[in-house]
């Protein structure tokens, strides 16, 4: 059996192995079905401040742990037409309801309230309390708006 890797470099190759391989993304239309079990890998970004405000790319990598120190301090989103717009296009909120989903990491010792970026509304409980975490889920809701969810 031979391992097939897919990259925006090469292309469709043939290598040695058995399994096959996606560098950077892959767009499905229609559905997609995985058997067995996901594993997800997250490149993470360290904040040690009182105050950060999030890059897309970190929303596009998927984790943020942050320390906070020196009192209450805010997670501030980036500008919903950043959201939208994505990484480089990647990551990029085409349509309304598209979402991207990434964790969050109190890892300090102060509260951290969630705050929006312009154009942006956070729902749900925005307060994340020490050595604890949050899923941001981040959603089109027009093509000038995003709404953060915080689960």
Do not use: W
Not at 28 to 42: C, P, S, W
Not at 105 to 122: E, I, K, Y
Request: negative net charge.
């Amino acid at each position: 059996m031979v391992k097939v890797v897919i990259s925006d470099n090469k292309g469709l190759v043939q290598e040695a192995g058995t399994n096959v391989v996606l560098e950077n993304s892959i767009a499905v239309g229609g559905d997609l079905e995985l058997r067995g079990r996901q594993t997800q890998k997250f490149t993470h970004a360290d904040a040690d401040t009182q105050n950060h405000t999030l890059t897309v790319a970190q929303i596009k990598d998927g984790l943020l742990v942050h320390t906070s120190t020196t009192g209450a301090g805010t997670l501030t989103t980036p500008t919903a037409a950043a959201i939208i717009a994505g990484d480089s296009g990647v990551g990029a909120l085409e349509q309304n309801g598209d979402s991207i989903i990434m964790y969050y990491m109190n890892d300090g010792n102060q509260t951290v309230t969630v705050t929006a970026g312009s154009n942006v509304t956070v729902l749900g409980d925005a307060d994340v309390p020490t050595n604890t975490g949050a899923t941001l889920i981040f959603r089109r809701h027009s093509s000038t708006a995003v709404r953060c969810f915080v689960v």
